[in-house]
């Protein structure tokens, strides 16, 4: 596992691209973290729409950059709307990101997340581990939706972890990002590993949903870089996160506060953040 410094250079252009061209990315999301979505793709510097009636989602995505599918809080309905969403999605060559919450919790999950992956077309896959040790037939130790301790990813581990992930991006012919502690952005034959961001980010609800936003948000530029965009999304959330903390650390501030600069530092970070903060390792199988 080598420190990886070139890479730096194309998140830098992933960003500079998406706030250019301020890509239409539509998500079809839970309703516990929808208006989250719906702002950090904002602070990001694309557009969110969030539709999700059956009657209107094949025009809204035929419109749209990229497509960002949370099966977070399921409903008959939803799930319909969702492979229509995704199927117009692969017919326009539309990226499609898919938030895999909370499987290997449930029956329900397991076989929504089976049948998308088997019917769609997808760009990025965007979960914690435990839930990317899940869709991988792995044991996993999920706790509901969020990870269990077991599944943690460090530097230590990291090398074993990405190869679960690196495997499951191969066999589902797409990127796969393992979100936590440490990161893993893996398509076959390699990972990039991100040892960014803070605890407290487990502490507000909804920053993975908010990590699998911006990951469509940087897929709608349009470059064609699924790895290198997923990549750049989870290294400006993490980034974020580390200047959040910071922030709060320095009064008598809790995670109210700290979600609120979690907004503003996606919003406003740089290539400076980005040359100087990120810390990102490369394996390749």
């Known amino acids: 596992m080598l420190k990886c410094e070139a890479v730096k250079d194309q998140i830098i252009d992933v960003i500079r691209t998406v706030r250019a061209k301020k890509p239409l990315v539509e998500?079809?999301?839970?309703?516990?973290?929808?208006?989250d979505c719906?702002?950090?793709?904002?602070?990001?510097?694309?557009?969110?729409?969030?539709?999700?009636?059956?009657?209107e989602i094949e025009e809204i995505v035929s419109v749209a950059d990229a497509l960002v599918l949370n099966i977070g809080t399921l409903q008959p309905e939803i799930i319909e709307t969702m492979v229509l969403a995704g199927k117009k999605a692969n017919a326009l060559g539309i990226p499609v990101v898919l938030d895999p919450v909370g499987v290997g919790?449930?029956?329900?999950?397991?076989?929504?997340?089976?049948?998308?992956?088997?019917?769609?077309?997808?760009?990025?896959?965007?979960?914690?581990?435990?839930?990317?040790?899940?869709?991988?037939?792995?044991?996993?130790?999920?706790?509901?939706?969020?990870?269990?301790?077991?599944?943690?990813?460090?530097?230590?581990?990291?090398?074993?972890?990405?190869?679960i992930?690196?495997?499951?991006?191969?066999?589902?012919?797409?990127?796969?990002?393992?979100?936590?502690?440490?990161?893993?952005?893996?398509?076959?034959g390699k990972a990039y590993i991100i040892n960014n961001g803070h605890t407290m980010m487990a502490d507000v609800t909804g920053t993975g949903c908010m990590c699998s936003s911006v990951v469509?948000?940087?897929?709608?530029?349009?470059?064609?870089?699924?790895?290198?965009?997923?990549?750049?999304?989870?290294?400006?959330?993490c980034l974020a996160g580390e200047k959040a903390y910071e922030y709060v650390a320095n009064g008598e501030k809790g995670i109210g506060t700290f979600r609120e600069?979690?907004?503003?530092?996606?919003?406003?970070?740089?290539?400076?953040?980005?040359m100087e903060r990120g810390e990102i390792y490369e394996i390749s199988y």
């Open 27 to 35: 998500c079809l999301t839970n309703y516990v973290t929808i208006g």
């Open 38 to 55: 719906a702002n950090i793709v904002l602070a990001a510097g694309a557009s969110p729409i969030m539709a999700e009636d059956r009657r």
């Open 105 to 163: 919790a449930t029956k329900l999950r397991n076989d929504t997340a089976q049948m998308l992956t088997d019917t769609l077309g997808l760009t990025v896959i965007r979960g914690n581990m435990s839930e990317i040790r899940a869709l991988a037939g792995f044991a996993s130790a999920t706790k509901g939706v969020d990870a269990g301790a077991n599944d943690a990813v460090t530097l230590g581990n990291a090398e074993t972890s990405a190869k």
């Open 165 to 188: 992930v690196c495997d499951l991006a191969g066999k589902l012919n797409c990127c796969v990002a393992a979100t936590g502690a440490v990161d893993i952005i893996a398509c076959t």
């Open 216 to 237: 469509g948000a940087y897929c709608g530029g349009g470059l064609n870089k699924p790895t290198i965009e997923a990549a750049a999304a989870v290294l400006t959330m």
């Open 261 to 274: 600069k979690l907004f503003d530092y996606v919003y406003t970070i740089s290539e400076k953040d980005i």
